[in-house]
């Protein structure tokens, strides 16, 4: 702006003037000191403006002072630049009349100040319109140009001397740069243009791939875009590979559920993503296509044997997981405060060239609910790709952190166009997601359900034998339908009036609770307990009214007591009783307003995700021991041997026996991990601290916290592992590891995956209602 918009325009708008005759020897000449000057001054006082517009403040007035600021000083800017240039005139005295120099004063500071503050003000808005900034730039030149013909009106020239042939030769070369200035902006500007729609070609195509976009809000509830007005996105491949025709990858299959539990454990996974980007790089260009098109002999040799090894899925994880750490590298963060997963996908490209004239009156109509109802999702059948949302909330010094890096919050309301169409999905789709997405983030820092509530679990066959779905609410995908009947935990004679309800169906309890009278068939001997049992009735009466007639009839009271963890952010527990049934496959409960379906698979994976949970580490072991061998394969065998002989002969402990089997290498080698990290490339970590023998302390167990392994792998050990030693002399001398018996044994225990409330309920309910008996549908 200050080089074309202002420098340039001054000099070819000044050689508009004619004076005299248009004698060439005594038309304006510039001194070069002054003209450098000229250009100097509007280029520097422009950056300043600006980088205060675009500074962050905290207070609205002072946000509001700053633009103040940013439209005097770039108005004083012009009108300064105007006059050096002028005074720079070499074979004239310019003298100028007071009116019109006060006029040119107010033209620039007063066109500046409106259309910056403008500009800045409303620019989230105008992200999506690119009428209104082309408005807003007219304005701007017009004011510029404007307060440079004010200026010259009235003033009177006194001719110093008569020009040089040298002076009316620099004449046209000051002209000749200034246009040449201006095409080259020109230029610049055109070919910014074919990059935006490159851009644009670009996001359409990775809306017909698999994709992870950051959909992050900052406090005022604004989502997180980049400079082009879209969501921060990576591919993570064009297409997913998948083994069987009827197989899709949505929320039910194991990849999209590994990915969901990684997201609410970054560091399981933090320190093997350098390795993920290498390994990628040395399998680029086949690493996406290989699919298992045959079976090896054993899961170890489809691992570890180079010829075999092809397992998409975990190419598929690697991207995943390098994706999102690219996301977090551009915006200053470690990858665990990326977010954790939507825990749905949504279908792009669903969009095309037909659409774009009646996408309004078609397309648009259908909306995604807050649970992905079947009607909504007809519309994304068709989609050509999928995108998967990694999401959360910042607090104000992240946001301005996120300012800082480049990035921008808008409303949704002024960027939902550009994202929409970037996604080729209909706007109302986006505009659900989107809000969608922050309900989902609100959930998972505010839902804390304490105390003690009735459930209602039913499973859904699924059709062709795949599994089971489990019915939850609509707004909270990870919850049972329930009924709140305690603000605790319940007393011992509340869980002796639940242990009477036991196997009891609906219509037996809701009689049993409350005859025709009125009256409790329940022997009760206080009104305290003639309280509970009218709130029991009550809840039980709530909790079944969404449910077919047919499911309520089938359904069977369990009385044991269960544990939910609701809250990821908090791990309160809320207690539960639950009704139990296996319903039927063709009841019509898409259409409800209050529960959908869900996989089993996906809410039993859901509740390993609360914090403090101890299958979080049981990941990072599952991660290590399937990710070690796989960086390993690429470190030259003749390495890894010296390794291992040189850590074997400096290790005392030769013969290790474990509890399980221990996972080898394609030589039948010893696999392990240790309590203790050593260093990354080393071959085999030590199974004991020798410093424990070294101080001389005794025999024992020693319990031990890992998910972490190296490049060859190790004994790879679970959260809770426990080391015995079994030597049937102790320590001799002290605990000198010298004097060790060489046949000592060690047992390595490791710890089983959390059984969760949602486990429980499966097996209960798939134990007592199985289909053609009495008790089943």
């Known amino acids: 702006m200050g080089l074309v918009g202002i420098w340039c325009m001054h000099f070819i708008g000044n050689r508009a003037i004619v004076l005299d005759k248009n004698q060439p020897e005594i038309q304006l000449v ?10 100097v001054l509007p280029v520097s006082g422009l950056i300043i403006a600006f980088s205060v517009a675009e500074g962050t403040t905290k207070k609205p007035w002072l946000h509001h002072l700053t633009q103040i600021f940013t439209g ?3 108005g004083l800017s012009i009108v300064g630049m105007h006059y050096v240039a002028n005074f720079g005139v070499s074979n004239y005295i310019l003298k100028y ?9 107010v033209i620039a500071v007063g066109d500046c100040l409106t259309v910056l503050v403008l500009f800045y003000s409303l620019r989230e808005k105008w992200i999506s319109s690119w009428w209104k900034r082309v408005l807003c730039a007219m ?23 008569f020009n040089s042939v040298a002076d009316i030769t620099s004449r046209n070369s000051q002209v000749i740069i200034a246009g040449v200035m201006c095409g080259t902006a020109a230029f610049f500007v055109f ?3 074919i990059y935006t729609q490159w851009r644009s070609h670009m996001f359409k195509n990775r809306s017909q791939q698999i994709t992870v976009a950051c959909a992050i809000f900052d406090p005022a509830g604004r989502v997180l875009v980049t400079t082009e007005g879209v969501l921060p996105s990576r591919k993570i491949t064009h297409k997913y590979n998948h083994r069987t025709f009827d197989d899709e990858f949505d929320d039910s299959h194991p990849v999209f559920q590994w990915v969901f539990r990684v997201t609410h454990n970054w560091q399981g996974v933090g320190d093997l993503i350098p390795k993920m980007k290498s390994h990628l790089s040395a399998h680029k260009g086949t690493s996406m296509i290989m699919v298992d098109s045959r079976p090896s002999s054993s899961q170890s040799s489809a691992m570890y044997d180079e010829e075999t090894y092809s397992n998409y899925a975990i190419l598929f994880e690697e991207r995943f997981c390098t994706a999102a750490a690219s996301m977090a590298s551009t915006m200053n963060w470690p990858i665990e405060k990326l977010g954790v997963l939507y ?6 490209g669903v969009l095309s060239k037909d659409d774009k004239a009646s996408k309004r009156n078609t397309l648009t109509d259908h909306r995604y609910s807050a649970a992905t109802d079947n009607e909504a999702s007809k519309t994304s059948l068709f989609g050509k790709g999928q995108v998967m949302f990694i999401t959360r909330e910042v607090d104000q010094a992240e946001s301005n952190g996120l300012l800082n890096s480049g990035y921008k919050f808008a409303s949704i309301q002024h960027v939902g166009r550009t994202i929409s169409h970037a996604m080729q999905i209909p706007l109302s789709t986006l505009e659900a997601h989107i809000s969608d997405l922050k309900r989902y983030v609100e959930n998972l820092q505010s839902v804390e359900k304490q105390g003690t509530y009735l459930a209602f679990f039913a499973l859904i066959p699924k059709p062709h034998h795949k599994g089971f779905d489990v019915a939850v609410k609509k707004d909270h995908l990870d919850q049972l339908p329930d009924a709140k009947i305690l603000d605790g935990p319940p007393q011992p004679w509340q869980t002796a009036i639940l242990n009477q309800l036991d196997g009891k169906n609906v219509a037996w309890i809701l009689d049993t609770l409350t005859d025709r009278t009125g009256r409790s068939t329940i022997p009760t001997s206080s009104s305290q307990e003639w309280v509970f049992v009218s709130t029991l009735h009550s809840a039980i009466t709530t909790l079944i009214q969404p449910f077919p007639e047919q499911w309520i009839n089938h359904a069977r009271f369990w009385s044991k007591q269960l544990v939910a963890h609701y809250a990821f952010e908090n791990s309160t527990p809320t207690y539960l009783y639950s009704f139990t049934v296996i319903g039927d496959m063709h009841a019509q409960i898409d259409h409800s307003d209050v529960i959908v379906r869900t996989p089993k698979t996906f809410f039993e994976a859901r509740h390993r995700c609360y914090t403090g949970s101890p299958d979080h580490a049981i990941l990072a072991r599952d991660i290590h021991q399937t990710f070690g061998p796989l960086f390993a394969k690429r470190q030259p065998k003749a390495n890894r041997m010296a390794k291992l002989s040189v850590t074997l002969t400096n290790n005392p402990l030769k013969k290790v026996k474990t509890s399980k089997t221990a996972m080898t290498n394609g030589n039948g080698s010893s696999r392990g991990n240790s309590t203790e990290h050593t260093d990354d490339n080393s071959s085999v970590y030590e199974l004991v601290d020798k410093s424990k023998y070294s101080s001389g302390s005794p025999s024992g167990s020693e319990r031990s916290r890992t998910g972490a392994t190296n490049n060859w792998g190790g004994i790879l050990v679970n959260s809770e592992t426990v080391v015995q030693s079994d030597n049937r002399s102790g320590f ?6 010298s004097s060790m018996p060489m046949g000592m044994n060690v047992a390595v225990s490791t710890a089983e995956p959390e059984v969760t409330f949602a486990n429980e309920l499966f097996n209960f309910t798939k134990a007592h209602f199985t289909p053609g008996t009495k008790n089943g549908l």
């Open 97 to 105: 009349s007071t009116r019109y120099l006060v006029a040119s004063f």
């Open 191 to 193: 070919g910014f243009l």
């Open 72 to 74: 005097v000083f770039a």
């Open 732 to 737: 001799l001398n002290g605990g000198n590891p």
């Open 139 to 161: 304005s701007l030149a017009g004011g510029v140009s404007a307060m440079h013909f004010t200026a010259s009106t009235n003033c009177t020239y006194t001719l110093r001397h």
């Open 343 to 348: 825990d749905r996908i949504v279908e792009t």
């Open 30 to 39: 510039y001194h070069s000191g002054f003209t450098v000057l000229s250009l």
